[in-house]
């Protein structure tokens, strides 16, 4: 990140990921912490540049201090105590005023939640679909409280090797999420599922990222913080499917893709896929095709020799 201001009033900490699988898309830390300390001139954040693109940022913002955010030539200004969630690609800059005592969290879009339980994901589906800036208020104490926990972050990534390094980080990390959503979502004050578009597009959010486990419905309605029966009622209403038709054509889908790719035989592709025995894939294969893998590949080929469009399963995208 690109910061003005005289050096050394940062601690800066890059974390780099756990065991496998923690690394991002682009080989970049997936969370990254800054302890930002007074100083007598303002300092900028250029959150458009190359580096910090990708990533979503929180400000923890104590008493007294000011701060601005500019996008698209506007500008909003800041007062703290207060927490700010900053979307990826929702800000040009961010400014810190002089004297300002803050701290700031970089989170890789899209995977930073692999730092965090399976509890806690309904807070990471709905913080990460945000899609404009949040700036909320909060008492002292919970500023201190979140500024406690950055910092700890921050230490653990500048001793990566020390013991336990990762789940400190992840514990801490969880907490700051937590803390926020709850003042996001109102503390239960809100309707705690949110309006059907915005489920929909959770529930698809979650199911991209774990359709190779083969979870039950009822797995996912945990994780979205609602009973099955709601989600298939509203799945059924909107989508004209059930929520066990969506799981089970993401997962057909992504097999005629990789079918067509032509590489990788079918007992491969099938493992890849979560299924432990090629049999069941392939009549799993059959009856949401009417074709077996083998054949659907070939004819798949056979048509493009030709030059004439491949065959489509006409799956209707979610809204």
Not at 102 to 114: D, I, N, P
Not at 163 to 169: E, H, R, T, V, W
Not at 254 to 277: H, M, N, P, S, Y
């Amino acid at each position: 990140m690109d910061v003005s201001g005289q050096a050394g009033q940062l601690r800066r900490g890059v974390a780099d990921p756990p065991p496998a699988p923690m690394a991002g898309a682009s080989g970049a830390a997936p969370v990254g912490a800054e302890l930002i300390a007074p100083h007598y001139v303002a300092r900028r954040w250029m959150l458009t540049s190359k580096s910090s693109r990708p990533f979503i940022h929180l400000l923890c913002l104590h008493g007294g201090a000011g701060a601005e955010v500019s996008h698209a030539g506007k500008t909003m200004a800041l007062a703290g105590p207060a927490m700010v969630w900053l979307p990826a690609g929702s800000a040009d800059h961010l400014e810190i005023s002089a004297g300002a005592t803050a701290e700031l969290l970089q989170l890789r879009a899209g995977v930073w939640h692999r730092y965090l339980p399976p509890s806690a994901e309904p807070a990471y589906l709905a913080l990460e679909s945000a899609g404009g800036i949040m700036a909320l208020p909060v008492e002292p104490d919970l500023a201190t409280t979140m500024s406690r926990s950055i910092a700890a972050i921050a230490a653990e990534i500048a001793s990566p090797a020390r013991s336990g390094a990762a789940s400190i980080m992840s514990a801490e990390l969880t907490l700051c999420v937590l803390r926020f959503w709850r003042l996001f979502a109102g503390d239960g004050e809100r309707d705690e599922e949110g309006s059907s578009a915005e489920i929909l597009s959770r529930f698809r959010r979650l199911l991209e990222e774990r359709y190779q486990q083969h979870l039950r419905v009822s797995d996912y309605a945990k994780l979205l913080g609602m009973t099955p029966d709601r989600l298939h009622a509203l799945c059924s209403r909107e989508l004209q499917r059930s929520p066990s038709e969506l799981i089970q054509q993401r997962v057909v889908k992504e097999a005629a893709a990789r079918l067509e790719a032509g590489t990788g035989a079918v007992k491969q592709i099938a493992f890849a896929l979560g299924f432990k025995d090629t049999a069941y894939f392939n009549r799993f294969f059959r009856k949401h095709t009417g074709e077996a893998p083998g054949v659907w590949r070939r004819r798949v080929a056979a048509r493009a020799r030709t030059g004439r469009s491949r065959p489509t399963l006409n799956f209707a995208d979610w809204p």
